[in-house]
Each structure stands twice: as C-alpha cells, then as structure tokens.
C-alpha cells in the first residue's frame, strides 16, 4: 500500500525563512502601518492567510475584507520576486523528491501555509520538481492543519502518511490529523522541533537513506 509523504516548503524544501519572513513582515506592516509580531508562533494559524488576519484584527479590531487582503498578498509577492538573494533549495530536496518520484509504493505532495503564488515561485527559484504533486496552500485554507488535510484527500488513497517540515507548527498539524512527522532543521531549530514533540529531526535532505528511514521506509 502507497505511503504518502507530504512536504512544507518554507525551511523544508527550500530555504526560505529568511527571505519569506523578511518580505512578509515588510508587506504586513506597510499594509498596517505598523511593525508587526514578527514570532510567528505566537499566532493562532501559522500560515500567509491565518498571519496576516490575525495581525490586521490586532491592529483594526476586525477581520480583513478581500481586497485589504488581496493588496497585502500582492505587496508581498512583488517585495518576494524582487528580492536579490538568492532563492536556494534546502540541501538535496530536489534530488530526494526525484529519487521518490520514481519509487513504487511512495506518494509525495506538498501542503504549505504559504500562498499559492508565493509557494511556486520559491519552488521554482529553488529548482524544485512539483509537476503532477498534489498541493493545497495557503489559497485553500487560513489553518495547516486544514491545508494538510486537503493535500492528503488531493493525493488520492494511501495506507500511511508523514508530514515533513520545519515549524512547531507543522508538528502541531501532523498530530492534529494523526500522521508521523519527521522535522528537518537545516538552519537551527532543531530543539523547538524536539520541544514541540518531534522524535526525529533531520539537518537536511541529502541523505536518501537517513530519510526513508526516518519516515519508516
Ligand atoms: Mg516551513
């Protein structure tokens, strides 16, 4: 039976923490005119959408309307494309998402809080391959726990599930929805993954076997 590996992006399969939460937290407070909460674990939902209307309500007292949220989007996205760092790929994800395309019995989606937009540009900027991967995002939920669910039900039937990412968050979400989850770390992080309940914490994806291994395989 199909055992289905799910992927973050964002400190998963591309390194983009920085970057992503630099252009982020800049579209947010210019939006607001404001700075911005810039921990993103002390929001309720960790994701573009589920961040940038928590942090609107703050400041507002009310929820966002559509269009406040389409310009938020917007501005990060453009800050986002003109960004001169280079956009990097976490160590050998694309090379593993390969080597699992072509495996019998393994299944590989992605379910990012990020916006789709946003989430396709990292990836390709990134070099990594998702032609013909189920993806849910941002764009189909504010809640990972939703968007893990909606990338799984995408992915079609499997026997097994693990949840591969970088955030507290994600372990969060990989409980919520009752599959395994390994953590990847590759620029620190691996002690609040371990604290918020992962047993196992990878430094990166370059080593093929470590990582079946580490989800089961
Ligand atoms: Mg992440």
New binding site residues.
Partial sequence: MRHLLVF?????LTRT?AIDGRCYAQALAEHLGAPVESEWSRYRLVTDPGIAAEAFERRHGRAPRAEEMAAIRSRFLSLLRATEDPVREVPGAAALLRELHGRAGIVTAIA??AWSDSALWKLRRAGIPVDGLAIATGDDAPSREEILRIAMRRAGPFARATYV???P??VQASRATGVGFVGVACDGGAGRLKAAGASTVLPDLRDVDRFLNAVGL
Wanted: glycine share 30%.
């Fill in positions: 973050d992006v964002d400190g998963t923490m990012t809080g990412g970088d955030g968050w994600d």
